[in-house]
Nanobody, 115 residues
Framework: QVQLVESGGGLVQPGGSLRLSCAAS????????MNWYRQAPGKERELAAT???????NYADSVKGRFTISRDNTRNTVFLQMNSLRPEDAAVYYC?????????WGQGTQVTVSS
């Protein structure tokens, strides 16, 4: 079965950096685009970054220039490097893959940005 396991969240000061990881299993990782979503308290879940199966990247305007999504197909892992973090980046970050018509989600990892 499809499994997505995120790690790397935590508490960071404004301006700091974190690197999130998502280990995937149960499907042919290299064939699929991978996504990072985030959800802040009281807000809707939003797409932060996407990387296609060929490595093309897209970002939400709110994270463009600060976040970098990457993937390692040899390790079935997708990463999100987050730099220059702001308080408004605080959220639960979720790894996601769309296979046929079904979305699969990880359990999420909490990112807190506070001094």
């Amino acid at each position: 079965q499809v499994q997505l396991v995120e790690s790397g969240g935590g508490l960071v000061q404004p301006g700091g950096s974190l690197r999130l990881s998502c280990a995937a299993s149960g499907f042919t990782f290299s064939n699929y685009a991978m996504n990072w979503y985030r959800q802040a308290p009281g807000k809707e879940r939003e797409l932060a970054a996407t990387i296609s199966n060929t490595g093309a990247r897209n970002y939400a305007d709110s994270v463009k220039g600060r976040f970098t999504i990457s993937r390692d197909n040899t390790r079935n892992t997708v990463f999100l490097q987050m730099n220059s973090l702001r308080p408004e980046d605080a959220a639960v970050y979720y790894c996601n893959v769309l296979i046929r018509t079904r979305h699969y989600w990880g359990q999420g990892t909490q990112v807190t940005v506070s001094s």
